[in-house]
C-alpha cells in the first residue's frame, strides 16, 4: 500500500488534524513528519474535544499505531503529560501503538530559555513564535551539536550530554541575554526520569514505516503548521523551523517519494495565521469577529498551544496557488465552510496589486508581498445552516458554486469540506 499526506495549505491551523482523523479510519500507521509541541491539532469526537501537540491525531482510533518521526522535534515534558492525558480519558497510549524515532531531536529548558531570550531582544520586530523552544532545538540540530532521542534509553550517555548541553548554553543566556543560568543538574537527572518513561516508545521509524508499506499496511503522514511556515518557501523570517510541505515528508519520515500516493492539502474556506507578518487579505473589526469567533467555544480562532486570538482574513487563492505548486496536491480538503453562512458576499483573493502590477504568485521579497494589496472577485453568499449537510447536493446552490470555484481556480479536486467541528459533520464531494 502507497503513503498517504496531510499537509497545511495556508499558516497551519487548517484543521489538519480532524482531517488525519478521519482519514485515519483507513490507516494502520499515522506519523507526524515535522514541528513540535507549537503546532496544535483539535478532534472532535462524540461532544468531547481533544487538543493534541506532539502526538499524531490518529490516536484517537482504536488499533492505529502513531509515530512521531525525526523531522519533528519533542519536548519529553510535554510528551509525558500528553500521554497522561490521553490515558486519563481512555485512550491507548501504550509502547507498542505510540513510538518515537530514535533519529528525533529534543527540545529542553535551554531550548526554551533562548527562544524567550531572542524573542524578547527582538522587541517590535519578534518573530511571533510559540516560546517553546522550536527554532532553537531545529538550530543545533543543523549545527550539529543536538540531542536525539536515541540517548533515551543510555542513562549514562544521557545524563553526561544533558549536564554539558545546558553547561555550555549557561554561558550564552548569562552573558550574551543576561538571563538566569538553568540548573544542569536538575535538568539532568529529569531528563533521566523522562529515559525510564519513554524508552520504551523509541524504534526505528523509517524502518517501522518500510516495515508496514510491504506488508500493504496504509500509512498516513500527518503535518504539522502549514505551507506559508515553511522555512523555504514561507513568508521569511515569519516561519517555523522545519518544512511542514511535501519535502519535509520525505526527509522526515525515512521514505522514498516512489511510495506517495495521494497528497492531501487542507484550507479553510477563510484565511487565518497567528503571530507577525505580511497578511494580504487580513481583516479588523466586525468582519474580524465574524470570522475569528469570541473564542467561547474550542473551535473559535484562537490558537490551540499559545491561546492567542488568530489574524483572520478572506481567502487567498494566491497563496493556495502557491501551495498547490510547491506540494503537487491531488485532492483538497476545504474546513469551516459554515462560518461563512450568511455572509451576502464572499469576496476571494484571485491575484494582488503591487503599484500597478498584477502578481499571481506572493513574491519572495518580504517588502514586496507587505505592499502587496488583494485583487478580490466577489461570489455570492448562503443564508441557509448548512451543519446538517453530508453531500455536496445538500449544501446551498452558493455554497456549492463557492467549492465549485476553488476547485476550478486550483485546478485540483475537492474531496471533503467540513460544516461543523465535529468528525460527522463533513460533506463528500
Not at 515528508?249 to 484565511?271: E, H, P, R
Request: aromatic fraction near 6%.
Amino acid at each position: 500500500m502507497p503513503l498517504d499526506i496531510v499537509i497545511g495549505a495556508q499558516w497551519g491551523d487548517e484543521g489538519k488534524g480532524r482531517v488525519t482523523d478521519l482519514l485515519a479510519r483507513e490507516a494502520a500507521l499515522v506519523a507526524r513528519f515535522s514541528g513540535g509541541d507549537n503546532a496544535g491539532h483539535t478532534v472532535a469526537v462524540d461532544g468531547e474535544t481533544f487538543k493534541l501537540h506532539l502526538i499524531p491525531s490518529g490516536i484517537i482510533h482504536a488499533g492505529v499505531t502513531c509515530l512521531v518521526g525525526n523531522g519533528a522535534v519533542l519536548n519529553p515534558a510535554v510528551f509525558i503529560r500528553e500521554i497522561e492525558g490521553l490515558a486519563k480519558r481512555g485512550i491507548d497510549v501504550s509502547p507498542h501503538r505510540l513510538k518515537i524515532d530514535r533519529r528525533t531531536h529534543l527540545i529542553t529548558p535551554v531550548h526554551k530559555a533562548l527562544d524567550q531570550a531572542r524573542e524578547s531582544q527582538r522587541g517590535d520586530k519578534a518573530i511571533g513564535t510559540t516560546l517553546r523552544g522550536i527554532g532553537p532545538a531545529y538550530a543545533e540540530k543543523i549545527g550539529r551539536s543536538g540531542l536525539r532521542a536515541g540517548l533515551l534509553d543510555k542513562p549514562e550517555e544521557l545524563a553526561e550530554a544533558v549536564h554539558d548541553h545546558v553547561s555550555t548554553h549557561n554561558e550564552i543566556l548569562t552573558r550574551v541575554y543576561g538571563a538566569e543560568p538553568i540548573d544542569a543538574e536538575k535538568i539532568a537527572a529529569e531528563f533521566a526520569h523522562f529515559g525510564q518513561r519513554l524508552a520504551p516508545h523509541l524504534a526505528d521509524g523509517s524502518v517501522l514505516i518500510d516495515e508496514f508499506l510491504k506488508e500493504g499496511r496504509p500509512v498516513l503522514a500527518e503535518g504539522a503548521q502549514g505551507t506559508m511556515l515553511d522555512i523555504d518557501h514561507g513568508t521569511y523570517p515569519f516561519v517555523t523551523s522545519s518544512s511542514p510541505t511535501i519535502g519535509g515528508v520525505l526527509t522526515g519520515l525515512g521514505v522514498g517519494a516512489i511510495q506517495v500516493d495521494k497528497v492531501w492539502g487542507v484550507a479553510k474556506a477563510f484565511s487565518s495565521r497567528v503571530g507577525g507578518g505580511p497578511f494580504t487579505t487580513e481583516l479588523d473589526g466586525e468582519d474580524a469577529l465574524r470570522l475569528r469567533g469570541t473564542g467561547k467555544n474550542p473551535w473559535d480562532e484562537y490558537g490551540t498551544t499559545t491561546g492567542r486570538p488568530r489574524r483572520v482574513g478572506w481567502l487567498d487563492l494566491v497563496i493556495l496557488s502557491h501551495a498547490v505548486r510547491i506540494n503537487g496536491f491531488t485532492e483538497l480538503c476545504v474546513t469551516k465552510l459554515d462560518i461563512l453562512s450568511g455572509i451576502p458576499e464572499i469576496p476571494v483573493c484571485i491575484a494582488y496589486d503591487t503599484d500597478g502590477q498584477r502578481l499571481n504568485y506572493p513574491p519572495a521579497d518580504l517588502s514586496t508581498l507587505a505592499n502587496c494589496q488583494p485583487i478580490y472577485k466577489a461570489l455570492p453568499g448562503w443564508e441557509e445552516d448548512i451543519r446538517e449537510c453530508r453531500t455536496i447536493d445538500e449544501l446551498p446552490e452558493n455554497a456549492q458554486a463557492y467549492i465549485a470555484f476553488i476547485e476550478s481556480f486550483l485546478n485540483v479536486p475537492i474531496r471533503l469540506v467540513s460544516v461543523g467541528p465535529e468528525r460527522d459533520q463533513v460533506v463528500t464531494v
